[in-house]
């Protein structure tokens, strides 16, 4: 299910690397990262300026992977299963961006609704999470 297989046509295969090159270990990083500032930024570990910048970072790396897989996606290049991994990916990277911009909308803010609304997709993507990874 974590392989694709190359139809005859596929070009790029740089593309298929970087769409495809740990995706899984990608966004069980980014959840860690995301959880990670936020228990440093609860603690008075981490100032709001760095967990914007770090969250903002994720925000463009999410967005990049993102369009990678829907270029996969829409080339055709994905088969059977993977076209459901794909799909899952997408799903998982939405949910962390989700959960990355509720986070940051509570640092602007400090209103209780965004910490609510981070949790609820925090855990949307690791539901997905654990799927990918095949996880208890």
Known sequence: MFFVVLTSGFA????????????ASDVYMKYAAIGSIGDGFEKGVYDSNFVKTVVGDILTLNNS?????????????????????????IETYKYLSKEAEAFANYLMTMDKKY?????????????????LLGLK
């Open 12 to 23: 790029d295969t740089n593309t298929l690397l970087s769409a495809v090159g740990g995706p």
């Open 115 to 131: 910490a609510d609304e981070f949790q609820v997709y925090r855990k949307l993507a690791w539901g997905t999470i654990k799927l």
């Open 65 to 89: 992977a993102t369009e990678h897989f829907n270029n996969m996606l829409n080339s055709g290049d994905f088969v059977g299963e993977d076209v459901v991994f794909g799909n899952r990916m």
